[in-house]
């Protein structure tokens, strides 16, 4: 492995990681992402001279918290302040850092509570959430979100400009406090998930490493809520373990997208699903909150063996009961799908041109795509072809772009006559 490719391995894996912990020393947001993104261009120099050390991430948090001194040092133009933000507790020294995974609770959940305080906005806790800990970048934030990227970027100066100002503290909160900010991080959790299950950019579609990151997270979080942990929190664990068992199947060989329904079923972790059952019929015990119904959902995709076997009917009045929970243009894709498969492709159509007409989602690659599919599946080739076209424009994903290739070839070829 060569140094650039190793700098680019910890920067994948290990960004939010790094992050989290230098923000749990110097106590500033900017200053952490700053001196960190310094110890990154740092190694890629330094590695191709002297080699990959044998801990690179804790080689970049040592460099990134030197660096973040010096800035301190600069900004006070004379060395002593130093030794009074050493005092002050502004920047805290440990002799060997251990950064190792298995501390509960760790910098990551304290900075997931931290963005997650209710003195900040509710969009702003996200996707501060999504930057620092994933290294999400503003523009990639302002796609999920659906908001102009001048719009995100104010938002996170505004949000750690709050945590600064407010003195918020970088800590797990005792078990009473958590009620009011769950809500958030159940929902920071599950985008963390979400961006290992289907990467934003890059070239694989799936980063098991978030994966893996987020079901732990949210696990922790469902420990420290014990003896009665709330519904919704052993519900998105369901819905992550239910999702996360199918990973296997997501991809072939060759890294390219399988969808659901041709995915092979026997590589699905079917330990993993026994597992996560019980969970959501534990979640929907409280109700059917948001995480409790998108757990049923993937239940019902997960108990059956085939995909012809699938009880699409019952997803349907699920999307239904969700829309009323939690109404936006994704649930309402999203359903549309799944009446696509119930009453045929034509009314799903019919759903998605009627969603595609508010233009709310006129940038999301996934509407363009399934309007593709079912103008495939209707042998309107032509106009299948245009959908795919836009489709690959706006999709950002290496593995699902190839995926669109595919098909956008495909139907080229059959509007040919080949």
């Not at 998105?236 to 079923?265: I, P, S």
Request: hydrophobic share 45%; with cysteine.
């Amino acid at each position: 492995m060569t140094a650039t490719e190793a700098v680019e391995q910890v920067y994948r894996d290990d960004w939010g990681r790094i992050v989290a912990a230098l923000i749990s020393l110097v106590g500033d947001f900017d200053l952490a992402e700053e001196s960190a993104q310094e110890a990154f261009s740092a190694a890629v120099d330094q590695w191709r001279d002297a080699g990959v050390p044998d801990f690179p991430r804790a080689w970049i948090i040592q460099t990134a918290k030197h660096k973040a001194i010096d800035r301190i040092r600069r900004k006070k133009r004379f060395e002593e302040k130093v030794d009074l933000y050493l005092k002050d507790g502004s920047v805290r020294t440990v002799e060997q850092p251990d950064y190792d995974t298995s501390e509960i609770p760790d910098d990551r959940l304290r900075l997931i509570f931290t963005c997650c305080h209710p003195a900040l906005a509710a969009e702003s806790q996200v996707a501060l959430t999504l930057r620092t800990l994933c290294g999400l970048e503003t523009e990639e934030i302002a796609r999920a979100f659906l908001v102009p990227v001048p719009t995100m970027a104010q938002r996170l100066v505004r949000a750690k400009h709050k945590i600064r100002n407010a003195g918020i503290p970088y800590i797990v909160p005792e078990t009473k406090d958590m009620p009011e900010r769950l809500d958030a991080v159940l929902t920071v959790i599950y985008l963390v998930f979400n961006e290992g299950y289907a990467a934003t950019r890059g070239a694989p579609l799936l980063r098991a490493d978030l994966c893996a990151e987020a079901i732990r997270l949210g696990g922790l979080v469902r420990s420290l809520m014990q003896p009665q942990p709330p519904p919704e929190a052993t519900a998105l664990l369901a819905l992550m373990l239910l999702h996360d068992a199918r990973r296997d199947a997501r991809v072939d060989d060759a890294g390219d997208l399988v969808v659901l329904e041709e995915q092979d079923r026997s590589l699905w972790n079917r330990e993993q699903i026994t597992e996560a059952l019980p969970l959501v019929t534990d979640g929907l015990r409280g109700g059917p909150g948001v995480f409790a119904v998108q757990a049923a959902i993937a239940a019902v995709h997960c108990r059956a063996a085939r995909a012809e076997d699938t009880d699409w009917a019952q997803i349907v009045n699920l999307y239904d009961m969700l829309e009323q929970l939690q109404p936006s243009p994704i649930v309402e894709l999203n359903r549309a799908v799944a009446v696509a498969m119930v009453q045929g492709p034509r009314t799903g159509l019919e759903l998605i041109d009627g969603l595609a007409a508010s233009n709310d989602l006129e940038n999301y690659h996934l509407l363009h795509a399934a309007r593709a599919d079912f103008l495939r599946r209707m042998a309107d080739f032509p106009e299948a072809e245009k959908s795919y076209q836009r489709a690959l424009e706006l999709a950002t994903n290496e593995s699902e772009r190839r995926y669109l290739q595919r098909r956008l070839k495909e139907v080229r070829g059959r509007g040919n006559g080949a």
